[in-house]
């Protein structure tokens, strides 16, 4: 069986790498929020994006993990093992052979998610395991990615039994992205945080040896999300190339057009991921008998943060009022440089949304009295107009030394989220 646990952690850069690909994790109101917000814009075809980032994340990152044994069926169980030790789900490949075949699951992470989530789909939505699945083709034979391909027949989100996932050989039906380049990450400076009671070191060494138990459908299923350890630039490619699709079609505004959609998935992220953790009974035995002050709180969230695989977030202050969060390595930042070299504006959209987020939570959502995480919460804490809103104000993508978020109130607020120019420094 796969398991995450025989790859170390790294607690300096807190990324944690498997077969050369950096992984995070995140909730499925995340990553259907993410993909949702995607395909609401129709006039971008996003289909072809969404399957050919994760056949491309998956191919590299298999094409590591299988270089240990040539055996096909070995091959086949290591990729089983990985869907479902990343909770996608379960898959069987016994029927696959290096002309394709059919893959049936009861169990995939997207298209449950999105039913629970959204609700009954009239589509397929589960893009991610179609490329990981045309990917995994790919990698298990020997084959070039773009003489693959896939798409998805039948999708447990539209009321059907089963996932139906039709693999075959020919011309990649998605989107086969340029080769990136080697990561390179940013040396850290010593700042100094503000004293607090809460032990964040140790928060972040617990929460990273934390198993995550995948039940019997292959999902993880703690904090009252299923959870998933997913590739860093899988979200970073979706994010990042429908940005620019959105830039041909529509000029500079189309900049605009996808940050608000980000930092809006950020918020989600935030609410759902942090609020499920800092509303669990882990939160509880772990952190909260170090919490003195909502402050703490603050601290204490952004030392689980850490384990995520988010970077590097250290807490330059926090107040009733704003915070400042500092992140080395964001991958966010890492990634696009990877993807794209250097940005010309600010591109940290998870951790802007994610500040902010935590902020409306802790200071105006009362998160300590453990309040129902529902829809009708989040309407009240981030759509009325009250909630604090955040800015980049360093990007490590743009050649920053890092990225930073600062969060205030809207009648504190001092302009908008977007970095422009040639690298602005705090």
Known sequence: MFDFAEFDYDFVANRLVVGGEPMVLHCHHYNVFLQRSIQDAEYIDSAPILVGAAAEVAFAQLTDLLARTADIPARKATVEALYRASGLGLIDLGALTERGGDVRTR?????????EKFGRSRTPVDFFSTGFLAGALAAIYGLPLADVQARQTACLSTGVTEDVFVLGRGPANFTIFAQRQNPVLNPMADDAEPATSVDRKAITRA??????????????????????????????????????????????????VAA??????????AFNTMGGIMTSPDWDALVLPMLKTPEDWFHGIFAWWNACGYGVAKVMDVSPTGATVRIYNDYESVGYR????????????LVTGGVAGVMNLIYLGDIHTKPALTTEFYDRLFKRGQAFQARMTACQAMGDPYTEIHAELPEMAEGGHRLEGAGVSA
């Open 107 to 115: 169990s995939t992470h997207y298209s449950i998610g999105w039913k």
């Open 207 to 256: 929460v990273a040896a934390m198993p995550l138990p995948v039940n019997a459908e292959g999902l993880i299923a703690v904090f009252g999300l299923y959870l998933t350890r997913l590739h860093a630039d899988y979200y970073n490619r979706i994010s990042y190339a429908f940005e620019r699709e959105m830039t041909a079609a529509t000029g500079r505004q189309g900049v605009e």
């Open 260 to 269: 608000d959609l980000f930092i809006e998935a950020g918020h989600v992220c």
């Open 338 to 349: 990877r993807m794209y070299g250097a940005a010309d504006h600010g591109i940290s959209y």
